[in-house]
């Protein structure tokens, strides 16, 4: 398997080279040049399959150059029930993702069981082991560089804390995550982690990202790799999920089920476009977006249209707070046929401070194909539907949870299974659990008065050359 570039610039690479580089030199996202497809017979196989074995089943197919004995250690290292422990009560840990039954037809997927209580620790926590087997085995160093609007900086923060030869440089927007998910991070006091505070909103630490990762010379003579989605290395991760899932909904690998997952950067939905593209039966992804709804309108009218940091709304599910999805450019590689120069032509708009408009093409008509619709939600119909799920099923959900069933009971059908990817429990965003019910969630006991201890941050300015600059000063 090898590895191309959606802006078709750069050389084809191997699995390792995608995970070091992150970004390709020609600014575009890696994808593998063909996606494996597996027959109902072939998910039939792997129907009973441990959530570590199910990994490497699926991961094997994307990586060409780690052994295969290599490749299972890591996977075995990494998916444990010690790690993935924070499970509700009445679910087994040892599934790594446990469906919880919700009602007839509809289920929640959780992915919050890791050490921050977020669905990003499932391929972070991955990352992190094989980052670490590589740079031992080829005695490198890295120096990550990430953006965060809350969930991805403490995931990949927590996964690479003290590990052997990384240094993490985690961007966040100044004052705009919850206090649990800045306590997260900020509290870490490990030598090789550094939190900076950009003034600004999500999208100017992510541009700030692609900016230095451009820099091919900066890039290259600092070790600079990332752990945002843009790294192939979480997709494959989170693909697992998508196939586990619907292995505990159906016995039947001919049943299609619908898929609902809260939508920020267009990682975590990515893996379920490939895991479709690799055969599993999924009749619809539903696109859940809060205020902050530019995918749903790419969804609906054909218009791709990223709004500027004054017009990013600072909203109650602050993870999805983005207004520039970065992986969606992979889905439109695979759109547009995987023609680079479209591809190009499209995104010299959006890199302009532009938008492109498919509607009048055959594009935007094929989009259906692709099983992709969408929904969006606001601070109200958050707390509805945290009152709702509570009262009615005595289930607690998190507020980008609660996006995604407003987008699924919208989109359901009563005779297909409806499968809402959780996104955090909701200890995560406490302010908002109150505001809707009148009680605190409960929360493990390690992270009690979390936000009481000491935290250390950089606060920064919207300065590309800052950041630089306070990275060579760092390593």
Not at 160 to 171: A, P, Q, S
Request: with cysteine.
């Amino acid at each position: 398997m090898r590895y191309i570039s959606t802006r078709g610039q750069s050389p084809a690479i191997s699995f390792s080279e995608t995970l070091m580089t992150g970004l390709a030199p020609d600014g575009g996202l890696y994808l593998p040049e063909t996606y494996p497809k597996f027959t109902a017979k072939q998910l039939g196989e792997m129907h009973d399959l441990s959530y570590k074995d199910l990994a490497f089943e699926l991961m094997q197919y994307f990586v060409d150059d780690i052994s295969q004995q290599d490749l299972k250690k890591v996977i075995n290292n990494t998916y444990t029930p010690e790690i993935f422990s924070y499970a509700r009560q009445e679910q087994d840990a040892s599934q790594i993702t446990p469906i919880l039954k919700v009602e007839d037809n509809v289920y929640i997927l959780s992915l919050s069981n890791g050490p921050t209580l977020a669905f990003k620790d499932i391929a972070m926590q991955f990352l992190g082991n094989i980052f670490e087997y590589l740079l031992n085995k080829n005695s490198m160093q890295l120096n990550i560089l990430g953006a965060t609007s809350g969930d991805t900086g403490s995931a990949a923060e927590y996964a690479m804390r003290g590990k052997k030869g990384i240094n993490v440089f985690m961007l966040s927007p100044y004052q705009k995550m919850s206090a649990f998910q800045t306590a997260q991070m900020f509290s870490l006091q490990d030598e090789n982690i550094f939190n900076i505070s950009v003034k600004g909103v999500f999208d100017d630490c992510q541009d700030i990202v692609k900016a230095v990762s451009n820099d091919l010379v900066f890039k290259k003579e600092n070790a600079i790799g990332a752990v945002n989605s843009i790294n192939w290395g979480r997709i494959i991760a989170q693909i697992v999920y998508y196939f586990k899932g619907y292995f505990q909904i159906t016995n039947d690998m001919s049943q299609v089920i619908d898929i609902t997952v809260p939508s920020g950067n267009f990682g975590n939905i990515c893996a379920g476009h490939i895991a479709r593209m690799m055969g599993l039966p999924i009749r619809k992804l539903i696109v859940a977006t809060n205020e902050n709804d530019v995918l749903d309108e790419f969804f609906k009218t054909g218009r791709y249209a990223p709004r500027n940091a004054d017009n990013t709304f600072h909203t109650s599910s602050p993870s999805m707070d983005i207004s520039k999805a970065s992986n969606f450019e992979r889905f439109i590689f695979d759109l547009v046929g995987r023609d680079s120069n479209t591809l190009v032509d499209l995104w010299k708009k959006i890199d302009a401070g532009q938008s492109f408009d498919l509607s009048m093409t055959g594009f935007f008509g094929q989009v259906e194909n692709y099983g992709f619709t969408s929904a969006s939600s606001s601070h109200s119909n958050r707390l509805d539907f945290i009152k709702r799920i509570y009262q009615k099923h005595h289930i607690l959900i998190d507020t980008h949870t609660a996006d995604g069933f407003k987008a699924a009971y919208e989109h359901r059908s009563d005779d297909i299974p409806m499968m809402i990817l959780e996104t955090a429990l909701p200890v995560k965003f406490e302010e908002t659990i109150i505001e809707a019910l009148g009680i605190k969630p409960n929360r493990p006991e390690q992270l009690i008065d979390l936000e009481l201890l000491p935290q250390k941050s950089k606060v920064a300015e919207n300065d590309v050359n800052f950041i630089k600059s306070y990275i060579k000063e760092n390593i």
